[in-house]
C-alpha cells in the first residue's frame, strides 16, 4: 500500500479569489475550452473579480486542500443560487432551498489520483446536507463523471440552447 499523502482541507477566504478563479482557467483549459491565451487571461480576470464579489456575500463557498508545506493543491466550490419552490426528488414534499451548483472542481497534476477531490466532494456534500439544501447540481466533464457517479450524483434531462451572436431573435 502507497504512503498516505498528508492534506488539510480548509475553507476559502475573499482572500482565495484569484487561485479558484486560475483553477477554474485551468479547469477549463483541461477541457479543451480555452483556445487561445488572450481567453485565459480575459477568463482569469473575469473569474477574480466575480469570485471576489460571490466569497463576500457568501453566494460562492469554496474548499482547498492545502498540502503539509501550505500550497493549494485542490479545490472545490458552489455557486449557491435561489431557486423557486419544487418537488422533492422522492415526491413527497415541497423544497424551497437554495441549490448549489459545484463548480471550480480542480486539482494540480501532479496530485491527482490521490483521492483530494473526492474529500474536497464529500465536504462540499456535507456542508449541502447540514445546510438543510436538498441537492447538489454539477456539470461533469468527461474526466470527473466517474467520480461524481462514484459518489452518488445522477444525469439528469438538463437541455441547453445557446443565443446566436449573429442575430437578435424576433419578438
Not at 84 to 102: C, F, G, T
Amino acid at each position: 500500500m502507497g504512503q498516505v499523502t498528508p492534506y488539510t482541507i480548509r475553507r476559502c477566504t475573499i482572500n482565495d479569489a484569484a487561485t479558484i478563479a486560475r483553477h477554474r482557467v485551468e479547469m477549463f483549459r483541461d477541457m479543451g475550452d480555452v483556445p487561445t491565451e488572450e481567453l485565459a487571461r480575459d477568463l482569469l480576470e473575469k473569474s477574480t473579480s466575480a469570485l471576489a464579489v460571490l466569497l463576500a456575500d457568501g453566494s460562492y463557498v469554496g474548499w482547498f486542500a492545502i498540502d503539509a508545506g501550505g500550497s493549494v493543491i485542490a479545490g472545490a466550490g458552489v455557486h449557491i443560487k435561489l431557486q423557486l419552490p419544487r418537488i422533492s426528488h422522492d415526491h413527497n414534499r415541497v423544497e424551497d432551498s437554495p441549490v448549489p451548483l459545484a463548480v471550480n472542481v480542480y486539482t494540480e497534476p501532479q496530485w491527482r489520483g490521490k483521492g483530494i477531490a473526492r474529500a474536497l466532494m464529500r465536504e462540499l456534500m456535507r456542508c449541502a446536507s447540514e445546510q438543510g439544501m436538498d441537492r447538489v447540481v454539477l456539470h461533469a466533464s468527461d474526466a470527473g463523471r466517474p467520480l461524481y457517479e462514484s459518489l452518488g450524483f445522477h444525469s439528469t434531462n438538463e437541455m441547453r440552447w445557446f443565443v446566436p451572436r449573429s442575430s437578435k431573435m424576433a419578438r
